[in-house]
C-alpha cells in the first residue's frame, strides 16, 4: 500500500470503524466526509453486503488516480479503486461494484467481448487519423474505400455494443443500493449517455466520410 491511498474492503468499510478510518485517511487527503455523506456510504455498502453475490471481500483502494473517470474496477482482482474526492457521493462507487458483479458473473465470451469493446473505445482517437488514410490511400479507387468505410463502420458500431450494456447494467445495479434520496437519474443518464456517444463516433465517422469520398 502506497502512503497517499487506503485499502479496505467492502465489508470493513461497511462497519463504523472502517469509516472512522476511511474519515482519518480523508482528513489528509482533501478532507473529510460530512456526517450525511458518510452515512449514505455505509447504507450504500450494507446494501451491497445484502446482495446476492459475495461482496463482503471485495478490495476497495481509496487513492489519488489517473483514470479518466476517477473510478475504475478489476473484477478478476476483486478489485475496485476510486479518487478520494469522488468518495463524498456513492453513486461512482456502487457503480464500479456493479462492474464487479457483472464480469464475475458473466462467462468467457463475455468477457472477452467486453475487452475487445472497451479496447475499441480506447482507440477512438485513431478514428479519423484512419478515415483520412483510407481516403489517401484509397482515392484513386472509391468504390474499394467506401468498401473498407462500411465494414469499419459496422464494426466499431457492433463493438461498442458490450460496453454499453454493461455500463447500463452497473449503473442500474448502482441505483438499486445508493440511499433512495441520492438515487441521481440524471447521473445514471449521462454515465449511460456518456459511452452511447463515444461508442457512436467512430461509425459516424467512417459513414460521414464514405459520403464525402
Known amino acids: ?111 472477452m467481448l467486453q475487452g475487445a469493446s472497451r479496447g475499441m473505445l480506447a482507440s477512438n482517437s485513431i478514428t479519423i487519423p484512419a478515415v483520412i488514410a483510407i481516403a489517401a490511400l484509397l482515392r484513386k479507387n472509391p468504390i474499394v474505400a467506401r468498401k473498407l468505410l462500411n465494414v469499419a463502420a459496422g464494426v466499431t458500431a457492433v463493438g461498442a455494443i458490450p460496453t454499453v450494456v454493461e455500463e447500463t447494467s452497473a449503473t442500474l445495479d448502482a441505483l438499486k443500493h445508493v440511499p433512495e434520496h441520492l438515487r441521481n437519474t440524471s447521473m445514471a443518464i449521462n454515465n449511460i449517455g456518456g459511452y452511447a456517444v463515444s461508442g457512436a463516433v467512430p461509425p459516424l465517422a467512417f459513414l460521414l466520410a464514405k459520403k464525402l469520398l
Do not use: W
Open 1 to 111: 500500500m502506497q502512503p497517499n491511498e487506503h485499502l479496505t474492503t467492502v465489508e470493513t468499510l461497511s462497519q463504523p470503524a472502517g469509516l472512522d478510518e476511511l474519515q482519518t485517511y480523508l482528513g489528509t487527503a482533501g478532507g473529510p466526509l460530512t456526517p450525511d455523506q458518510l452515512s449514505a456510504l455505509g447504507e450504500m455498502l450494507q446494501s451491497e453486503l445484502s446482495s446476492p453475490q459475495q461482496m463482503g471481500n471485495i478490495d476497495i483502494r481509496v487513492g489519488p488516480t489517473r483514470l479518466g473517470g476517477g473510478a475504475a474496477a478489476f473484477p478478476i482482482r476483486g478489485l475496485v479503486t476510486i479518487d478520494p474526492k469522488m468518495v463524498n457521493n456513492p453513486f461512482p462507487l456502487a457503480h464500479e461494484l456493479g462492474h464487479v458483479k457483472s464480469i464475475r458473473e458473466s462467462g468467457d465470451l463475455y468477457k
